[in-house]
């Protein structure tokens, strides 16, 4: 069960937060398929940011857990949408939203249809802080994360940064942090592929590209050492991309980390829905079991 809220209402006792820049009443404004836009004021200066997000379920059914989803590099929310198209136009959407949950999908910024910061500006802790905003703002007091790729640091620095709120992070097929010691890397003709990609190809989407390279290649504004809540990484075993060093170079920083291995499961394997569906359930079957034993002790 999770607290009803208003649009635009705010958590004065968090950790950190974004203060919306239009009153309750004009933070959000309804598009086709529950799609919602909200405007937030950055901490780096007083310009304004608008972040686009999809609910996907009964955000007023209030008994539903929610679950924030993050896409990875060269995506959008819509790999985590029902009723949508994945890669080349194959689909790999369900009939329906979910029913055992909420999900909030947002374009990461510089992504669809989000604003872009500019790359010098960008954190994880930045991005934790524009997650907690939308929680607000639906009157969400604690969640799920759970991110794709590029999105797994993402759901790793909001379980790092906002606390208690996060009820669990899941992690499927994500990056390391790439200037730890000792840390693998991705192959270099990866690494240039994604950069050619994404700075000539991707158009309009580049500067969230921009950002997420130079994010993961920079130190994290958090040590994975101090995430205190259950983390789920799932490693798919025919990745080619994330190889399975660099799954176990993350999991094994993060204190009670559980590290899966999918068969048969590619980089692109979790973009199915029922994939995702799977991993949501197991992440909330392990935050279940962490919690019992917490009663228990």
Known sequence: MRPRGRLGSARNDAPMSLEPAYSAEDVARAH???????EVVGLEGPET????????????NHELPVVFWF?????????????RFGVCGRSVGAPCPPTEWVSVVLDRPGYGKSAGP??????????AMHVAAVADALGVERFYVSGHSSGGPCALACAAHLGDRVIGAGVMAGDCEYA?????????????????????????????????????RA??????????????????????????????????????????????????SFLKMETQHEHVKRLMALCAERAGRTREA
């Open 219 to 268: 130190p994290w504004s958090f040590r994975c050492e101090a995430i205190a809540r259950p983390v789920l990484i799932w490693h798919g075993a025919e990745d080619r991309i994330i190889t399975e060093e660099i799954s176990t170079f993350t999991a094994e920083r993060i204190p009670g980390c559980v590290l899966e291995t999918v068969e048969g499961a590619g980089h692109v």
């Open 71 to 83: 896409h990875g590099m060269f995506d959008i929310h819509a790999s985590f949408v029902h009723k």
């Open 32 to 38: 086709h398929e529950g799609s919602n836009f909200l």
């Open 118 to 127: 500019p790359r010098e500006e960008y954190s994880y802790e930045l991005f």
């Open 180 to 216: 730890e010691d000792g840390a693998p890397q991705l192959s270099r003709m990866i690494q240039g592929s994604a950069f050619f990609f994404g700075r000539y190809l991707m158009l309009g989407q580049h500067r969230g590209f921009e950002a997420d390279f130079h994010a993961e």
């Open 49 to 60: 940011r608008t972040l686009h997000f999809v609910i996907d379920g009964d955000i007023n």
